[in-house]
């Protein structure tokens, strides 16, 4: 598969609204659109075809430079004018496969996406640790990249992203914005997130809050008055909590506690949820705002458990549970009470709720 072809067939998978795209040796490419693997009409690929394939998404040049060898890596493709993708090549059963996220050239705002409109109060907040979870493929790049471009044009600040690699492509307008690639443009996470501090930032997004020594930057970088943007691999805002602490030995947990609290400001929370009109998946959002009752939960283990609680009855500040946001939709007729029970954290409870209303 030449360069050509390769263009043509990922064009084909953005117009069908696919979000990701698998190749893999002996099969014919999958697409997964509104959530669901697809085969496409096509031959299986051959082994040196698939070499062929990631070479062109590598870059010839740096495949044998900085590849070659490897087991698994990351990296970027762009085709102009139909998309970007992120992508992850690896070996199974002693061949390379790859996965790649479409990612649209476009940034959407907050409206475009459907997110509620506590998000804008998010974003203009101008310190502490903001944090975006969910499964992998709900939204939290796109989510993210909303924030950042909300900045970037409503208010005069630097923004330093640190990315593995770089997703979306901004361009300044209020803000200036440099864009920093892992592997790229530097070695690791740690030093660009060190050499980010010297940078005169006002605004931080690291990719991925992975290790504890990402952690404690960030949280130094939240407290010396920073907003700091990240993403976690985590379903809600009280496991959020749980999963930075595993970062941690246990005998350093009372000190990160004390720390989140006085400097974590919000998680939003997401899961795609499937449509009632056909036109694809519709975020559910939980958004947590850090109010004093919830530091104190954060602070105390033996209060952790009560976070969703004090979600749930924080709506007056915007804040909302997932099963509050889809007891919500299914009233707007958006999603189907199947669907949303799906999505739902207590499915019992959206019926309770159902019936409350």
Known sequence: MNTERLNHFLTVAVNNKASDVHLQVGEPPLLRINGYLAQ?????????????????LAGEERFDKHFSGQNEFDVSYEIPDVGRFRINIFKQRNHYAAVLRVVPLEIKTFEELNLPQVLTKIANLRRGLVLTSGATGNGKSTTVAAMIEHINRTRKAHIVTIEEPIEFLFRNKVSVISQREVGADTDSYKSALRSALRQDPDVIFIGEMRDSETV?????????????????HTPDAQRTINRLLSFFPEEDHAMVRTNLAHNLMAVVSLRLVVSCNGSGRIPAVEAMLVTRSIEECIRNPEKTSEIQHYIQKGTEMGMQTFDQH????????????????????????????????
């Not at 404690?216 to 976690?232: C, F, M, N, Q, R």
């Not at 919500?328 to 499915?347: C, D, I, R, Y």
């Open 326 to 357: 889809l007891v919500e939709m299914l009233q707007a007729g958006s999603v189907s009470l199947e669907a949303a029970k799906l999505a739902a954290t207590n499915p019992a409870e959206i019926e309770m709720m159902l019936t409350y209303e």
């Open 216 to 232: 404690d930057i960030a949280l130094k970088a939240a407290e010396t008055g920073h907003l700091v943007i990240s993403t976690i």
């Open 40 to 56: 496409v009409k096509y031959h299986t690929i051959e082994p040196d075809e698939m070499i062929g394939i990631v070479r062109i």
